[in-house]
């Protein structure tokens, strides 16, 4: 893990060690019920870094000297704010995939990066740096959704972006979000063993 | 510890006996591609388990669970199954439900039911459709469907009767899995694994009492039922190698007691509420970890009543293996 403080520091810990999804496991439920392919993942990742930049954004904002009960309402309160245009740009661009996300959509107002993550972690750093780690978050479980998606809609479908690649056999047990909670703990759990690999090698 | 691995080694001995008398029958009732889907699913259960100990640099001195799980898991399939579902299906259960929980010894589920649940969602119309038994199968992966039906236990589910003779149901001669119909031959095993300490006594007796009830009061008194009903469903195969798997099984005899309790009532869920086919599998597959948790329950209730009247786990006594409750609670004790 990157210790330092450092923009670099904060950028590898976004992407790598502390990847949301791979590493910390944080707002998993949408990923896998909803990630089965890679144009039901954009839809997600996008409703995703739009509600969660924009609460973010103006929560941080929110007075310190407020008491911690009432800062968490009113940034579930902001994120409700923001979910209302994000609906309806979503809406605009993809009429489609927003139904298909159906109660996760509203639900990334409650997710544990604006209820818990901005409180111990964004909020503490200073104003740059925690845009910079706010974004590389999000571009990080961006890449892990889009990633994870690649991965199934190859095993469970033997498409990538709806295109037939050939694959021999169709695990479809990884469509469901049984097989895709088991999928996604063997992505994370090769994406940790590579990364405990090249920190063992860069130690050698 | 030796005495531990020693007796670990010696149940899954007794296992291993157990399971090629019954994948000889199988050979004998499907021939010679019953053979090849065993020999296929044992092969790539140890080659997959001997790729993991030593990618995690694990002793495999004395482990013969990989041989017993692939075993299991060729017993549980069609003799129909295509070559690469049944490949799948063992690794799938050796990397994920062995090794993914840490190993042997520290599975929460059986490693092959796991793997036939995995297989059976993925390939559904392969894996839960059988040929008939002493049919010519031939040795092409995919089987033509023209020669498949569906199970005796599907019928039996849904239609509630059997048009099977008394000797047919206990010899295991209907569609069904290859090696989990041999009622006779399975209560004959069971007797010698309880007699080698090999099986819990009491979690398949409470079991086959609870199941029997069941199924006496539930198919209107009719003595036949009974007997379709543990040839069915993977039933009492799944009583014998699946819930009463050492590895997964709780230590101390009230848990087994209730274990057995939890099993038996949830194949009477998924039978009579959803008509789920194998429905022992997803019975094990819910029932086993709550193993766990009952250990830990019955040891902290047994270690309340050691405080409070002086007894010595009389409620609990352990049985051979002593889990790690066990030991936490003996070193809180010494702290203390």
Same mark, same amino acid.
């Given at each position: 893990?990157?210790? +330092? ?34 144009? +039901? ?14 609460? *973010? *954004? ?74 910079? +780690? ?11 959704? *889009? ?47 590579? *990364? ?9 | ?7 670990? !080694? ?5 296992? &291993? ?18 053979? !090849?889907? $065993? ?52 690794? !799938?259960?050796? $990397?994920?439900?062995? /090794?993914? !929980?840490?190993? /042997? ?53 849904? #239609? ?6 008394? $000797? ?37 007796? #409470? ?5 029997? &009830? ?34 997964? $099984? ?70 051979? /293996? ?6 936490? &609670? ?7």
């Amino acid at each position: 893990m990157a210790n +330092d403080n450092s923009c670099k520091g904060i950028i590898k810990n976004a992407l790598l060690y502390k990847n949301p999804i791979f590493v910390s496991g944080m707002v998993i439920a949408p990923v896998v019920v909803m990630a089965n392919n890679i144009l +039901d993942a954009i839809t997600l990742v996008s409703a995703f870094s739009i509600i969660t930049f924009f609460t *973010l *954004l103006v929560s941080s904002f929110v007075p310190k000297n407020i008491v911690y009960t009432i800062r968490i309402i009113l940034y579930t309160i902001i994120g409700a704010l923001v979910y209302v245009p994000s609906v309806i740009l979503m809406k605009y661009i993809m009429p489609e995939g927003v139904e298909a996300l159906g109660i996760f959509f509203p639900l990334f107002i409650t997710s544990s990066f604006i209820i818990s993550r901005s409180e111990s972690i964004f909020f503490l750093e200073t104003k740059g740096k925690m845009f910079l +780690d706010i974004i590389f978050c999000i571009i990080g479980y961006d890449a892990a959704v *889009l990633l994870f998606a690649a991965i199934r809609e190859i095993l469970a479908f033997g498409t990538i972006g709806g295109t037939i690649i050939g694959m021999p056999i169709e695990l479809s047990a990884f469509q469901n979000p049984f097989g895709g909670f088991i999928l996604l703990g063997l992505v994370a759990a090769l994406f940790r063993s590579i *990364l405990l690999f090249i920190k063992r090698v860069r130690q050698k | 510890m030796n005495s531990k691995t020693k007796s670990n !080694f010696s149940i899954m001995v007794d296992m &291993l006996i157990v399971l090629i008398v019954l994948a000889a029958m199988a050979i004998y009732y499907y021939g010679l591609r019953a053979a !090849f889907v $065993i020999v296929i699913i044992t092969g790539v259960s140890v080659i997959t388990d001997f790729i993991c100990c030593k990618i995690r640099n694990i002793n495999t001195e004395k482990d013969i669970s990989a041989v017993i799980t692939g075993l299991t898991l060729g017993l549980m399939m069609s003799a129909s199954v295509p070559y690469y579902a049944a490949v799948i299906a063992a690794v !799938f259960s050796i $990397i994920v439900a062995k /090794h993914a !929980f840490g190993g /042997h010894g520290c599975e929460i589920f059986n490693a092959a039911a796991v793997g036939f649940l995995f297989t059976s969602l993925c390939f559904p119309q392969n894996m839960l459709t059988y040929p008939k038994a002493f049919s010519e199968i031939p040795m092409t992966s995919i089987v033509s469907p023209d020669m498949l039906s569906s199970s005796f236990s599907n019928a039996f589910l849904f #239609t509630e009767s059997a048009d099977l003779s008394l $000797i047919d149901a206990l010899i295991g001669k209907f569609n069904g899995p290859m090696g989990t119909g041999f009622v006779l031959i399975m209560l004959v095993a069971v007797v010698f694994l309880m007699f080698r300490r090999s099986v819990s006594v009491i979690t398949f007796f #409470t079991e086959f009492t609870a199941l029997a &009830l069941y199924a006496f009061f539930r198919y209107n008194n009719d003595l036949m039922s009974v007997v379709y009903f543990f040839s069915s469903n993977m039933l009492l195969f799944g009583m014998i190698f699946l819930s009463c798997d050492y590895s997964i $099984i709780p230590k101390t005899r009230s848990s087994r007691l209730i274990y057995g309790l939890i099993f038996s009532l949830c194949v009477i869920f998924f039978c009579d509420y959803s008509s789920t086919e194998n429905a022992a599998i997803y019975a094990v597959i819910i029932s086993s970890p709550l193993g766990i948790e009952l250990d830990r329950k019955a040891l902290s209730f047994a270690d309340m009543i050691n405080k409070r009247k002086g007894l010595l786990r009389k409620v609990n006594k352990p049985l051979t /293996h002593i889990n790690e409750t066990l030991e936490i &609670l003996e070193n809180n004790e010494q702290e203390k």
